[in-house]
């Protein structure tokens, strides 16, 4: 293996680092973006309990807004409870954007890696491509077969390790995309359903 990266050149370094960064962003997040994290099961049925029995204190709501993404959306929304429906829904949207930009971390890391692999790999294959036409230069034509294989071979490496990194990371990097922004939906729809539930007990009593 170590023969191999050695064979690609030096622009092997930073993709090999783009390698173990991806892969670290890519463990985090799926530790990060666990269903039952982002939105505990119990979480909605809990709170609508507790204000039957008139148990939503402001206690509870600081407790609730560091539970989980979605406890934070519903305690934007049972903290200005009082002022009205339209209050009510802008902060939960502001508190639904705040959520969905902690779910982001680290994503655009995650990106820019998928972007710039290839061209990394390209520069290897670039710096490859130089290294084969100065063995054509030399005085005898060919030059050294050990430097042109060589050179074949970086050419070759490199442009395999750029993609080996970069295709992973982009697969991953649009399923946590489209896993944030399903959350996003199922939190706004679960704070908004719970908020209107509550206005039309309290109308009904």
């Not at 092997?12 to 680092?17: K, L, S």
């Not at 309990?49 to 560091?66: E, F, T």
């Not at 539970?67 to 639904?96: C, D």
């Not at 946590?176 to 007990?201: C, H, K, N, P, W």
Request: glycine share 8%; hydrophobic share 50%; net charge neutral.
């Amino acid at each position: 293996m170590f023969e191999i990266i050695k064979a690609g050149g030096w622009v092997m370094v930073p993709i090999i680092a783009c390698s173990i960064l991806a892969l670290a962003i890519i463990l985090e997040r799926f530790w990060a973006l666990r269903a039952n994290r982002i939105i505990p099961p119990q979480l909605v049925p809990e709170v609508w309990n507790l204000y039957r029995k008139n148990l939503l204190d402001s206690a509870y709501i600081r407790k609730l807004r560091v539970n989980s993404p979605l406890g934070a959306i519903l305690a934007a929304g049972l903290t200005n409870y009082s002022q009205g429906r339209e209050v009510v829904r802008e902060s939960i949207e502001q508190a639904g954007r705040q959520a969905i930009h902690d779910l982001e971390r680290y994503l655009n890391t995650l990106g820019t890696i998928a972007s710039v692999s290839p061209y990394l790999g390209l520069l290897g294959s670039v710096l490859g491509m130089i290294k084969v036409f100065s063995t054509f230069s030399m005085a005898s034509g060919i030059g050294n077969p050990t430097k042109l294989a060589g050179g074949i071979s970086e050419i070759l490496i490199a442009t395999a390790a750029g993609l080996a990194v970069a295709i992973p990371s982009l697969i991953f990097y649009r399923y946590f995309q489209g896993r944030v922004i399903d959350f996003a939906v199922r939190m706004e729809e679960e704070a908004v359903r719970l908020i209107e539930t509550l206005y039309s007990s309290q109308e009904e009593d």
